[in-house]
């Protein structure tokens, strides 16, 4: 059965867990992944690209997981990626089996830079791979999506002539990317517009884009690309990715939100149209962004566009004045439309579990019972530090409780002396594996850089610190602290993050998470190894 293009709307693809995962440091634990994938599944995404199930067990168990559990027949299309081979996409095809709605994304290179030294195979023999994998992967489910990866560097007569044949095997899906985000808004449009005029079977599949940030006009093309004619956008949250990153899905939505006048004619709806131009709900933009940036440790700078701290800040006079006259003089969107808000909740220390539990709900947090057991506990001992609880900081205490790593180090207690006349020291005590207690002392050129290396004259396990960095979640000088940081041990990175009210003790505990991170990971390589010597 042949599916037939939508086109008075534009479908949303989600690469985050897939292609965002790719960004240095942003890697991704099967359950954080699933963590995100729900989030995801409520932000109202059309697809989500779960991952490369070919490429580790790790990943296809994530991807399997996920078509399991968020795949359902109400959900989203569930998405896996794999390369113009038999083997993956036989892997891509077992990962995606429990989906309801199952979609392959196969994909190979056709620009000549790409054959020549990647690929080191002829025109030929590609436009054949790409006919023929499409075929295969048409054998186990009936939404295929095709890719001519470097389609931006490539030539448009042999481009074209690969569309054709991955349509003509079955392709429901053709995306073109801009693999290294070096077209220019002008020349993306062109493309598509090239693609609509030249592939004669293109009426048969949706036109898609992807696209890299390089050289910071991934959005741009993508909405240039929209008005002549791609209608489904592969993007990620807080636009993260390889390199510069991927065009940003809250950037794209909230553009084609605000401006959905302008765009409405290029998708055949009336000027004045006030339907919504995707199936996102916006709402839900702010808090994924949030969730998104504490799972992968990517920190959101402050003026990024739409989700960062300063996008609804006003600091000119002028522009104060206006606002509190009336908004629409400096700003294009309510922050409510994004779904962030003031709100203060009127929990308290005396608060009931009930009534934290309803307010998670309200937020849109679902926890298990043990994490809710876990996070209550958090939430009271906040409650006796603050006097005021927003739902931002419910938010990084559940986030600091779902981001705990495997409990292999626990820190027990953290003490540092510091001060302009005195030598920056500290002490901790950290209980092992074994249950033995161990305490140490160290001193540095600050109060965490002394807990650091306390906690390495404990923890003997070789890393290289890359990143450390410290927002605040709400104002005020009780304001709790977020940490994350980034291990670095031979060529992998491990990501620690840890949210508190004192900022020392957030510190400690997201180098802790961090270490136990390597720790399992360097455990696991290790026992494979060894398992791999006996088998030999």
Do not use: W
């Amino acid at each position: 059965m042949t599916q037939q293009p939508e086109t008075d709307r534009i479908i949303i693809f989600d690469t985050t867990l897939r292609d965002g995962e790719q960004s240095p440091g942003a890697t991704l634990n099967a359950d954080e992944k699933l963590t995100i994938a729900r989030q995801l599944a409520r932000l109202g995404v059309d697809v989500i690209e779960a991952g490369f199930p070919y490429s580790s067990r790790g990943d296809f168990e994530a991807v399997h997981q996920i078509a399991d559990l968020v795949g359902t027949p109400s959900g989203p299309i569930i998405c896996g990626l794999a390369r113009a081979s038999e083997k993956d996409i036989k892997a891509a095809a077992d990962a995606l089996k429990p989906a309801a709605k199952p979609r392959i994304h196969t994909f190979i290179a056709t620009s000549d830079i790409h054959l020549e030294y990647k690929l080191k195979k002829t025109r030929k023999e590609v436009l054949q791979i790409a006919g023929e994998m499409v075929a295969y992967a048409k054998t186990f489910v009936d939404d295929v999506e095709f890719s001519p990866e470097d389609a931006g560097r490539s030539e448009p007569e042999f481009l074209y002539e690969v569309l054709e044949r991955a349509i003509a095997n079955g392709a429901t899906t053709v995306n073109i990317p801009d693999t290294v985000g070096y077209t220019t808004p002008a020349e993306f449009g062109a493309l598509i517009k090239g693609i609509k005029e030249n592939v004669p079977n293109i009426d048969r599949a949706i036109i898609s884009v992807h696209g890299h940030d390089d050289l910071g006009l991934a959005v741009a093309n993508f909405l240039e690309a929209v008005k002549h004619g791609a209608r489904q956008l592969e993007c990620t949250i807080n636009g993260i990715g390889e390199r510069a990153g991927n065009a940003s899905l809250e950037e794209l939505v909230m553009a084609l939100h605000v401006r959905r006048q302008y765009f409405n004619p290029f998708l055949g709806r009336p000027v004045d149209s006030a339907e919504s131009l995707t199936n996102v709900d916006t709402r839900q933009i702010y808090k994924t962004s949030r969730l998104v940036s504490s799972l992968t440790g990517m920190i959101v700078q402050p003026n990024k566009a739409i989700v960062g701290a300063n996008a609804f800040a006003h600091e000119s006079g002028i522009h104060q004045d206006g606002v509190l006259k009336n908004k629409l003089t400096y700003e294009i969107m309510d922050a409510r439309s994004i779904g962030l808000t003031d709100n203060l909740i009127t929990l308290g220390k005396l608060s009931g579990r009930n009534a934290f539990r309803t307010r998670l709900s309200e937020l849109g947090i679902d926890l298990s019972e043990n994490d809710l057991n876990k996070a209550f506990l958090r939430f009271k001992d906040v409650a006796d530090k603050k006097k005021e609880i927003t739902d931002r900081d419910l938010e990084a205490i559940v986030n600091d409780e779902i981001k705990q790593s495997p409990e292999i180090f626990v820190l027990d207690r953290v003490q540092v002396t510091c001060g302009d006349r005195a030598q920056p020291t500290a002490t901790v005590t950290i209980r092992m594996p074994n249950g033995e207690e161990l305490t140490d002392a160290a001193i540095g050129t600050g109060p965490v850089d002394a807990i650091y290396k306390a906690i390495n004259r404990v923890i003997d396990v070789p890393n290289q610190l890359i990143e450390f960095s410290v927002q605040s979640v709400t104002a005020g000088i009780d304001a709790i602290g977020e940490v994350t940081i980034r291990l670095k041990y031979q060529d992998y990175t491990y990501s620690g993050y840890a949210a508190n009210t004192d900022i020392i003790v957030a510190s400690a505990q997201a180098y802790i998470n961090a270490l136990n991170r390597l720790y399992a990971a360097k455990t696991k390589l290790e026992e494979a190894a060894s398992q791999l010597a006996v088998n030999s």
